[in-house]
């Protein structure tokens, strides 16, 4: 084991510490996904009236009145909503949280710069989703809504295009396409038409938030344990 003064030199050289800035994002990024996942299934077993996950939107739990679903397609009444606004804004907070600290991660580049920056806003969109419920200020909760949704799609098809031609990434910039691409497809298809059929405007919600979930739990788990990759920053910049 090393003692102080060693383990102080051995930081000095570059060498990791065990917990860089890197690792420390991604066990960000693990528990903003980990807690908002547990929070809705609590949430929404705290409803005395059926909660329907294709009909009632994700936000639906948040809402601090009862009421008759704005699109007429449920009744809301939401017990909870509390835990659930406080889950959503600490999920937003760690989001962003996670990608400035994993952005000497990813390689040098505008592009990976862009993809970071992106995904701060969206992280900062999911937590106006839970300053302003949407029963309380629909603008300020659409403007978060937009920024969440849209945000995280465009930032994992970024990270794609940064990680593509770095062959230490392995299959990660598909992984961020495949994320990115159904998010943002399901995105369109919500706007082209308002005849969701059989999956629902809250299937739909569910449809666009979970690649992004299982986006933030495996990249946050590879980066968790993965050695201080600093070292990045010493490579050649990519000009994209």
Known sequence: MLSGAEFGR???????????????????????????????????LAWTHP?????????????????????????????????????????????ALGALATRSAFPPGRVASAASATLVLSGLGAALVGVFPEDVYGIGHGIGALLAFVGSSVALLLFGVAMVRRPEWNHYPLLSFVCGAVSGATIIAS???????????????????????????????????????TGSRDRPADPR
């Open 10 to 44: 051995e930081t000095a050289r570059g060498r990791p510490s065990g917990w860089d800035r890197s690792r420390i994002g991604g066990v960000l990024w693990i528990g903003a996904a980990v807690q908002f996942v547990i929070a809705m299934v609590v949430v929404q």
């Open 51 to 95: 909660y329907d996950l294709l009909q009632n939107a994700i936000s639906d739990l948040g809402a601090v009145t009862c009421h008759e679903n704005p699109m007429g397609t449920s009744y809301v009444c939401s017990p909870l909503h509390a835990v659930f606004n406080a889950s959503i804004i600490g999920f937003g907070i760690l989001i």
């Open 191 to 229: 706007n082209v038409s308002e005849n969701w059929g059989p999956i629902g405007f809250g299937g739909l919600e569910r449809i666009i938030l979970a690649p992004a979930l299982v986006w933030l739990l495996l990249l946050g788990a590879h980066l968790a344990r993965s050695e201080s990759r």
